[in-house]
């Protein structure tokens, strides 16, 4: 079966969107559209065309689709002045932030205590105008038997690293970070088809959204790591990236 992946590397800025449609057919994962977002643009009604009917799409999302449930647990009775008996990792962080950690070795953001909640709000409004602009529920997928268009949590970062290629020193435009995304680009290409890299060499965020599909792959080939706690994941949200 055919499946359409559609990689967001999400931001709040939609120029600093990259947005990636590539199709998983037979094992097989080819690049069909890269390209970064504009000012203005709607994110949403841009990608919506992409969404394969009948056939379900997979829609990874490069930015944290919950937050701590420590964090609402905590805040949600507190008042200014008093103490919370919390700390800061466990509060600002999620389970599946800590997994990646000691799995993988790198440290997502801390979407309780950093600038990406705000991307995480951008993210989950995406979500909700696709929903609206398909009739369809997109919900959070949490096996590879697709039974319709859903979605996933991935992190570029983390996929990168699972795969032993770089994943540091590539999202600026100097020279030599650059050549740093020329050589992820060539270790992409054994697991890519990618028949122009011009775009993923130009703009870090439009990379970040072809590895998103990467991510997205592999979730749908099984290999990715599987939260421990469903029940804490549903309300967290998870990371979905490869074994090392």
Same mark, same amino acid.
């Given at each position: 079966m055919e499946i359409v992946i559609i990689g967001i590397d999400c931001a709040t800025d939609p120029k600093k969107v990259g947005l990636a449609k590539s199709v998983l057919k037979d094992g097989q994962l080819c690049l069909e559209s890269a390209e970064q977002g504009c000012s203005g643009m709607n994110i949403a009604t841009h990608i919506v065309q992409w969404i394969s009917v009948p056939s379900p799409t997979l829609i990874a999302l490069d930015a944290p689709l919950g937050w701590p449930s420590s964090l609402g647990d905590s805040l949600a009775p507190h008042s200014a002045g008093m103490p919370i008996e919390y700390p800061g990792n466990l509060l600002f962080r999620r389970e599946t932030d800590r997994f990646i950690k000691s799995r993988i070795g790198k440290q997502p953001l801390d979407v309780g205590a950093d600038r990406i909640a705000r991307t995480a709000l951008a993210a989950l409004a995406i979500l909700a105008r696709l929903r609206e602009l398909t009739s369809n529920p997109i919900p959070l997928a949490w096996n590879p038997a697709l039974q319709q268009t859903s979605a996933i949590e991935v992190y570029p970062g983390g996929t990168l690293l699972s795969h032993g290629l770089p994943y540091q020193s590539y999202k600026n435009n100097s020279a030599e970070q650059r050549q740093m995304r020329a050589q992820?680009?060539?270790?992409?290409?054994?697991?890519?088809?990618?028949?122009?890299? #011009?775009?993923?060499?130009?703009?870090?965020? &439009? @990379?970040?959204?072809?590895?998103?599909? $990467? =991510? #997205?792959?592999?979730?749908?080939?099984?290999? &990715? @790591?599987?939260?421990?706690?469903?029940? $804490? =994941?549903?309300?967290?949200?998870?990371?979905?990236?490869?074994?090392?």
């Open positions: 992820i680009i060539e270790g992409l290409s054994a697991l890519i088809e990618i028949p122009d890299p #011009a775009p993923l060499l130009s703009k870090a965020d &439009t @990379l970040d959204a072809v590895i998103c599909c $990467l =991510a #997205a792959a592999d979730f749908l080939r099984g290999t &990715t @790591l599987p939260p421990e706690n469903q029940s $804490l =994941a549903e309300k967290e949200g998870w990371i979905w990236v490869k074994a090392p």
